[in-house]
């Protein structure tokens, strides 16, 4: 009954190969983001879906490309991986936009890039 | 370990007594404020939130200040345990920009 699920938890992958994370949200939530945490557990957003539209794109490589099937789904494509894409991502969600709602975070995945 | 050659600030605390952790926040436009608790391999988990409007707020064994005149933000966890050792995280919001921007994380450490 876990509230925001994402798999895997740990994926180790070599430099330019394509991996998926997955994530979905029981909550009933209409609004969803990833975020990526660095080395320095600082925490940045990279997207964010509200009902299946896109709605906050960051400054983030084209190289990822995030799909929402469903509102309660939000899944992470990172095409050619780097180097520099290790780290932990996080997908979250919360009740709508612009409402100032918490977000419920998943457990993270974290991506190892050799 | 997860934790070698990071430096966060960190605030050793002694089990049972009270710790604060503060937060300078950026945006004056922000009003809406989050604390977040981050334990090892897990993801943040919401703590306390307080609105623009307010400058104090309780929850169990928690309190949260925000002194929106320095652009502050602080975490009071009264009779800390162990459990409460973690990286904290204070994040900030407002109706414009729709999106939660994080500060950098403060670790605490209980000393039992």
């Known amino acids: 009954d876990t509230a925001v699920s994402q798999t895997p938890k740990y994926l180790v992958t070599q430099m330019g190969n394509d991996k998926s994370i997955k994530c979905e949200q029981n909550l009933g939530h209409d609004t969803m983001y990833w975020y990526k945490q660095d080395s320095k557990k600082f925490l940045k957003i990279m997207f964010s879906y509200n009902n299946k539209e896109l709605i906050i794109n960051e400054t983030v490589p084209n190289r990822f490309s995030p799909k929402s099937p469903d509102k309660a789904h939000l899944n992470l494509h990172i095409n050619s991986l780097e180097l520099g894409d290790s780290a932990v991502y996080f997908c979250?969600?919360?009740?709508?936009?612009?409402?100032?709602?918490?977000?419920?975070f998943g457990n993270g995945t974290r991506l190892t890039v050799t | 370990g997860e934790s070698v050659g990071l430096h966060l600030p960190t605030l050793s605390v002694q089990e049972g007594d009270n710790s604060i952790i503060n937060c300078a926040y950026s945006n004056s436009a922000s009003d809406y404020f989050i604390w977040y608790k981050q334990e090892s391999g897990k993801g943040p988990q919401f703590i306390i939130d307080?609105?623009?409007?307010?400058d104090k707020r309780q929850g169990q064994r928690v309190t949260v200040l925000l002194n929106k005149t320095v652009k502050h933000l602080s975490l009071q966890i009264a009779a800390t345990q162990p459990g409460d050792s973690a990286v904290y995280f204070c994040a900030e919001s407002s109706m414009e920009n729709n999106r939660l921007a994080f500060g950098k994380g403060n670790q605490v450490v209980v000393i039992p």
């Open positions: 307080i609105r623009s409007n307010m």
């Open positions: 979250a969600s919360s009740q709508g936009v612009g409402d100032n709602s918490p977000l419920h």
